[in-house]
């Protein structure tokens, strides 16, 4: 018993090492990979099983944010920041938080947060990659695993036991949200439990600005919003301390010594991509408690006298309002103002269907997506808007092409697999669900899911001879306790159509 809770409780502790913690800080941006003592206590493996663990715990918390536009936003900038600093050694996947702290985090595996709230409060779109950049170089560097070879295990197993007493003992009277929510709070808010080090913090800060440099951003762009979120805190001493400050501690000789390292590179003035509006816009409609809301503060300037991003999160609003009608008109006149936008397209299509005007919203989707072959959004929206125009079997063809070509996340598997299911293709829906399962960590569970497949009648030999290859496969990563847990288990008698 007390064993199983040390177990726990260590977890629980890993998922506390998430940014800014203890270890000695590397002289060189790139150092060649000969190994590490840290790789004694946390290799590369268990980060990634312990990063996908605690992803698991925040994508069932409902936290994460879903949408399409704003997910691939994110990664676009996160990956083309981490093209600079990583050498195929890691795997990145960048989210979106639902929570208005302004903060980001880096969990271990390469799963990097952002918070709503401080994609609101940057200023520009370099302030924004700035944030991804420190938080990239975290990962690079593997501060997680060194932090934790630089304490003996000793300090680490009693802290792991102080800290998971009073997290499960917290989070014992609720569900798995309960201990979801902690999981954000103790990756959002490592330094309250941990204590850091300059070096960690002056080491991502210097990789940081080398891959913002690199990226095409300004390089000023993380010196900026730290300067930004100290001048807020002096302004305002009374108001509570922003999240990022807790997390982030910066000083004026930090602000200075990120200054003068930035000052090393051409200065860059960039414009902020569409993207970084549209981003804004749609977080921002979605911030507010009803689209009323919304609407009003949108509509605060005169519409003549708005920019497109401006009028863009005014349709969104509308949208989200139900005034479709006004949504419509805006779509309109952004796509022809600048086609180029696929964002308009999408809001333009999306309008035309919930006024019901069913062709003349396919054929808006169907010029899209031949301009934009295979855009993520885009095709995600499509298919969506196909299986509400009971259109499944193209819906899943559509579908199936995108993710044959670009890593899906979790929520659009489950959207495939719905498709597959309102086709009739019961057995590669129940296939798809066990890809949603295996994504979100649960291993028994995909397995079942293939199980059900197997079971379904009139199943293709092929059908059957790849479910089963990927049982097998499953299986080599399975542990002991899990394989007796799949012994005793049954399918779960869940209909493919629900997804649950």
């Known amino acids: 018993m007390i064993a199983d809770f040390a177990k726990r409780a260590l977890l629980l502790l890993m998922t506390t090492f998430v940014v800014l913690v203890n270890g000695a800080g590397a002289d060189e941006i790139r150092i060649p990979d000969m190994g590490s003592p840290a790789d004694a206590i946390l290799n590369k493996s268990t980060e990634s099983q312990i990063g996908r663990a605690i992803m698991r715990s925040i994508r069932n918390s409902g936290m994460v944010v879903e949408d399409p536009q704003v997910t691939e936003y994110i990664n676009d900038i996160g990956h083309r920041i981490a093209a600079q600093t990583n050498e195929g050694d890691h795997e990145f996947t960048f989210f979106v938080v639902q929570d208005s702290r302004i903060n980001a985090f880096a969990l271990p595996g390469g799963y990097i947060g952002v918070h709503t709230g401080l994609i609101e409060a940057t200023r520009n779109e370099s302030e924004l990659a700035g944030v991804l ?42 569900s798995d949200v309960a201990q979801a929510g902690m999981a954000v709070a103790q990756g959002t808010a490592a330094q309250q439990q941990i204590n850091f080090t300059r070096s960690n913090e002056h080491e991502a800060d210097r990789i940081g600005i080398s891959a913002l440099a690199g990226a095409g951003f300004d390089p000023h762009g993380m010196s900026s919003f730290f300067e930004v979120m100290s001048r807020q805190q002096l302004s305002a001493p009374d108001q509570r301390m922003p999240e990022f400050l807790r997390t982030h501690p910066v000083t004026s000789t930090r602000i200075a010594e990120a200054r003068t390292r930035a000052a090393e590179y051409p200065r860059v003035r960039t414009d902020n991509s569409i993207g970084y509006g549209i981003t804004q ?91 934009f072959p295979r855009n993520v959004p885009l095709v995600i929206h499509y298919g969506e808007m196909l299986l509400q125009l009971g259109e499944a079997q193209a819906a899943h063809a559509m579908l199936l092409d995108l993710m044959n070509n670009v890593p899906p996340t979790p929520e659009q598997v489950r959207l495939i697999a719905r498709a597959a299911s309102m086709a009739g293709e019961s057995a590669e829906a129940y296939y ?63 209909t493919a159509r629900t997804g649950s």
Request: glycine share 6%; hydrophobic share 40%.
């Open 133 to 174: 950049a420190h938080e990239v170089a975290h990962v690079t560097q593997r501060h997680i695993a060194r932090s934790i070879h630089a304490s003996s295990r000793q300090s680490i197993l009693s802290t792991a036991l102080m800290l998971g007493a009073l997290i499960l003992g917290a989070a014992s009277g609720d």
């Open 281 to 371: 816009a749609r977080l921002r409609v979605a911030a507010f408690d009803t689209p009323e809301k919304a609407v009003e503060y949108f509509e605060r300037r005169d519409y003549a006298l708005q920019n497109d991003i401006e009028r863009y999160g005014r349709a969104v609003a509308y949208q989200r309002a139900g005034r479709h009608y006004e949504a419509s008109h805006i779509f309109d006149d952004l796509v022809e103002s600048d086609k180029k936008v696929i964002a308009y397209h999408i809001g333009l299509g999306q309008t035309q269907l919930a006024l019901e005007r069913y062709a003349t919203g396919r054929a808006t989707f169907e010029r899209a997506v031949e301009l």
């Open 432 to 494: 798809y669900l066990s890809e949603y399962r295996l994504m979100t960590g649960d291993l028994v569970g995909g397995v079942n899911y293939l199980r059900q497949a197997l079971a379904m009648p009139d199943l293709q030999e092929i059908q059957r001879i790849r479910f089963q290859a990927r049982i097998d496969f499953i299986r080599e990563f399975m542990t002991e306790e899990q394989l007796t847990q799949l012994q005793r288990s049954r399918p779960a008698g869940i």
